[in-house]
């Protein structure tokens, strides 16, 4: 287990990621075709415990599997890990039965398979924080904005700490946003910035959306 949220395969913080991954094909004498193997996203939760990780990817490796793009973080007592991974096709069920049944583990799966479809161009991405009084629904409130103005959330990670002085509860949010061309005629990013700020008057906190260059480091943005 882990105190505070590490990197897994490269630099890991608390966050919801949503990214296109590339399957990884090796090459050896024996030569495994794409068509007999699956793609697999798992996302495991458990109690947090020295060796989870060891004990989750051991059961991948012992079924034949190979772990490609993953995501670990420790959230309050528990640890969060999600993982895309691909496994011969016959091993498909005993590796999800195997992970299902390993103690004080919660497993789900989900089909991965890639799409022919072209990768999404961007034609804007922006870098949103939130900072203030928590509030019930903060976030609903602000991801349902965004959507509103067809803005994609790549990542995004969300904390709260008791403030300095006083037993009032601060809440910060950090998220990396797109939005995809063709751009909606009525996109406007000026009105989007504006109703972000009345939705943080109302809520009694500050919420900035700035936007970010294609040589921005992401992780650096979120303070990892």
Same mark, same amino acid.
């Given at each position: 287990? /882990?105190?505070?949220?590490?990197?897994?395969?490269? @630099?890991?913080?608390?966050?919801?990621?949503?990214?296109? /991954?590339? @399957?990884?094909?090796?090459?050896?004498?024996?030569? @495994?075709?794409?068509?007999?193997?699956?793609?697999?996203?798992?996302?495991?939760?458990? /109690?947090?415990?020295?060796?989870?990780?060891?004990?989750?990817?051991?059961?991948?490796?012992?079924? $034949?599997?190979?772990? !490609?793009?993953?995501?670990?973080? @420790?959230?309050?007592?528990?640890?969060?890990?999600?993982? %895309?991974?691909?496994?011969? *096709?016959?091993?498909?069920?005993?590796?999800?039965?195997?992970?299902? *049944?390993?103690?004080?583990?919660?497993?789900?799966?989900?089909?991965?398979?890639?799409?022919?479809?072209?990768?999404?161009?961007?034609?804007?991405?922006?870098? %949103?924080?939130?900072?203030?009084?928590? *509030?019930? !629904?903060?976030?609903?409130?602000?991801?349902?904005?965004? +959507?509103?103005?067809? %803005?994609?959330?790549?990542?995004?990670?969300?904390?709260?700490? /008791?403030?300095?002085? $006083?037993?009032?509860?601060?809440?910060?949010?950090?998220?990396?946003?797109?939005?995809?061309?063709?751009?909606?005629?009525?996109?406007?990013?000026?009105?989007?910035?504006?109703? %972000?700020? +009345?939705?943080?008057?109302?809520?009694?906190?500050?919420?900035?959306?700035?936007?970010?260059?294609?040589?921005?480091?992401?992780?650096?943005?979120?303070?990892?």
């Amino acid at each position: 287990g /882990i105190s505070t949220p590490k990197l897994f395969h490269t @630099r890991l913080s608390t966050m919801f990621v949503a990214s296109h /991954i590339g @399957r990884r094909v090796v090459q050896t004498s024996s030569v @495994r075709t794409l068509s007999s193997t699956t793609s697999l996203i798992v996302n495991v939760v458990g /109690i947090d415990r020295p060796g989870i990780v060891g004990d989750v990817t051991k059961n991948i490796t012992t079924h $034949g599997g190979n772990v !490609g793009e993953s995501l670990a973080t @420790r959230l309050g007592a528990h640890f969060s890990l999600m993982m %895309l991974l691909e496994t011969p *096709n016959d091993n498909v069920e005993s590796l999800k039965f195997s992970i299902k *049944n390993m103690d004080d583990i919660n497993a789900t799966f989900f089909n991965a398979e890639e799409t022919t479809s072209a990768d999404p161009v961007i034609g804007y991405t922006g870098f %949103l924080n939130l900072e203030g009084a928590d *509030n019930p !629904g903060i976030v609903y409130k602000v991801t349902n904005l965004l +959507a509103r103005h067809n %803005l994609s959330i790549q990542k995004m990670k969300t904390s709260d700490e /008791i403030a300095p002085h $006083g037993g009032a509860t601060l809440f910060h949010m950090q998220a990396v946003v797109h939005a995809f061309e063709p751009m909606a005629r009525e996109f406007d990013i000026s009105k989007v910035q504006s109703d %972000l700020e +009345a939705v943080g008057d109302s809520l009694n906190c500050n919420i900035s959306l700035e936007p970010m260059q294609e040589n921005d480091d992401f992780e650096v943005r979120f303070g990892s």
